[in-house]
């Protein structure tokens, strides 16, 4: 089974802080991605990544950075984080080859 | 206006009753995902479908390309069916990137 595990199930984290959001799959996979969730907005897609070191922006990167050193892990960074950030963080990879992507447990994040 | 379309938003049903969540899309794609979250909870994949049908246990998935429109089918819904069912697609020029519906929030009361 296709295992993608998250840092964190719950953050709690003050304005201004910086904030790392780590993701590690352990099936190998090229592609890696980060979402936000949020009632009423659904899933939106932060960044992207099709391979090591390699990242694209997704439809919401304004504030959010990524970091894609090794294959199996993908961290999200807040540089500054702010209130509109506290949001469910969800990260999700896939084999290239394959449409399917698979979910990690999700981070809930809080900034106070 | 969301390019994936879900309906009906919530939807309550009793257990045993079929249960039909549907999805309308507006742009040619490669392939569509359904997906279910329980509350709290992480993304489960249930299926991904190009086109026809497939079936996991209790569960259906059918779409009609052509109508770009998809249903996802619940036999003999059960409590634990409880979840929000989300649909994406993937398309719209990108082999990466899905755009999710909204979700369809289920509770099936015993």
């Known amino acids: 089974d296709v295992k993608v595990t998250q840092s964190s199930r719950y953050l709690v984290k003050r304005t201004g802080e910086k904030v790392f959001l780590e993701c590690v799959q352990d099936?190998?996979?090229?592609?890696m991605f980060w979402y936000r969730q949020d009632p009423g907005l659904g899933l939106r897609l932060i960044y992207f990544s099709y391979d090591v070191k390699m990242k694209e922006k997704g439809d919401i990167p304004e504030g959010y950075s990524v970091s894609r050193e090794k294959k199996e892990r993908f961290s999200l960074i807040l540089e500054s984080a702010s209130t509109n950030q506290t949001s469910m963080y969800l990260c999700?990879?896939?084999?290239?080859?394959?449409?399917?992507?698979?979910f990690g447990p999700g981070t809930r994040l809080t900034v106070t | 206006k969301n390019e994936v379309e879900q309906s009906p938003q919530n939807l309550t049903a009793q257990e045993g009753e079929f249960i039909t969540i549907n999805c309308s899309y507006s742009v040619g794609i490669s392939a569509l995902h359904w997906l279910q979250q329980h509350p709290g909870g992480g993304i489960v994949s249930l299926f991904m479908?190009?086109?026809g049908k497939k079936k996991h246990g209790r569960l259906i998935a059918t779409i009609n390309i052509q109508e770009k429109h998809s249903s996802l089918h619940i036999t003999a819904s059960h409590p634990r069916d409880s979840a929000v069912y989300i649909c994406?697609?993937?398309?719209?020029?990108?082999?990466?990137?899905?755009?999710f519906g909204k979700g369809t929030l289920l509770t099936v009361n015993p």
């Open positions: 099936m190998d996979h090229e592609n």
């Open positions: 999700a990879s896939r084999h290239q080859s394959s449409y399917e992507q698979y």
């Open positions: 479908l190009s086109s």
């Open positions: 994406a697609v993937l398309g719209g020029g990108s082999n990466y990137k899905l755009t």
